[in-house]
């Protein structure tokens, strides 16, 4: 909907940004909190950008996989991982959603109260003021437009330029690959990654974890291109490309970066809510979504709801340590271009462990396991990385 078609009356909740995080969340309150009046102000021209979030089946519970299944497009029993010296086939169930059916859902949930080519300027926790100088007031407004520069996180980053291709033969895929780095490794972690979306057309992405957020496009896209032509795959038309910087958390502060985004709440990347190695952050929109339609009461207003949801993102970052840690050992204690021998070494070990790793639900043994034995880094590097500073 345009910006002069949109309702602009008091609603109960603003949500700035129409990305994966704000879009879950609005998409949940539309079916167990009805009585809400949720509305979804987007800068660009449509929903979700162009994207494809995928997660694990592990991932999310029964019932989260109940509520989100009209956004999932594609599904597979499996996948594989590639390495140099190990391949693997994993019978954990794989999903993709993409951004055209994302938009398509949300925006029957919300019938008339989604405002598309509206860029906002400034926010309070109940104010939004749009370019064009209109100001839009609610209950509580919240912030999810990604991610903003973050001086109180360390972070890495996880970039990638993905194109979906159309083949002039059959790929022969039946699973995704996760991650190909049977590759050269470019000065860091690289990898490709492959969905076969049909017989003959496949997403395929150029990946890298690097130290710096900076993107040469052109290279990845030939990344790519080089990729499909090493397994014999003709592209007979690239159908659409995608793109993103995704953090990777090193170590920080997260309730200085919290108070640093202002007193507005918080949503998606933009509140640390992500998997700290992987980048993955459906999940996490999903368990905000879930926690707000559990916890929103009914006479909420906008402050309470930012303080809740810093807390949420608080508990979150408190309990994701571990990760960090070994995101740490990945990009400070391993040699650049031996980095995806940590990932190795980590594919060996039991389909249960991988897959708890994951959805971010480690536990004390398995954490023990991933750090027993000789690790794949220098020792006296791996140990200047055990203790998390608490600020970049």
Known sequence: MQADAFDTSGPDLLLIGGGLANGLLALRLSQVRPDLDVRIVEAAETLGGVHTWSFFEGDLTAAQHGWIDPLVVHR????????????????????????????????????????????????????AVLADGRRLTARAVIDGRGPVATPDLALGFQKFVGLEVRLAA???????????????????????????????????????????????????????????????????????????????????????????????????????????????????????ADHMADCLAKDFEGASLAADIRRHAGDVWAGRGFYRLLNR????????????????????LPQPLIERFYAAGSTLADKARILSGKPPVPLGAALTCLVEKGRA
């Open 329 to 348: 050992m990945l990009f400070r204690a391993a040699r650049p271009e031996e980095r995806y021998r940590v990932l190795e070494r980590f594919y060996r």
């Open 170 to 288: 059959p790929h022969g895929l039946t699973a995704p690959i996760v991650m190909d780095a049977r590759v050269d490794q470019a000065g860091g972690y690289r990898f490709l990654y492959t969905l076969p979306f049909d017989d003959r057309t496949l997403l395929i992405e150029d990946t890298r974890y690097t130290d710096g957020a900076e993107l040469d496009r052109d290279v990845f896209r030939q990344g790519v291109r080089d990729y499909a032509a090493q397994q014999g795959w003709v592209i007979e038309t690239v159908l659409r490309e995608e793109d993103g910087v995704l953090p990777v958390a090193l170590d920080g502060d997260i309730a200085a970066h919290l108070t640093r985004m202002g007193p507005t709440a918080l949503s998606g990347l933009r509140a640390g809510l992500f998997h700290p190695t992987t980048g993955y952050s459906l999940p996490d929109a999903v368990r905000l």
């Open 76 to 127: 597979w029993p499996g996948y594989a991982v590639r390495f140099p010296q190990f391949e693997r086939n994993l019978s954990t169930g794989y999903r993709s959603v993409t951004a055209e059916r994302f938009a398509a859902v949300v925006s029957a949930a919300l019938p008339g109260r989604i405002m598309l080519g509206a860029p906002v300027v400034s926010l309070s926790e109940t104010e």
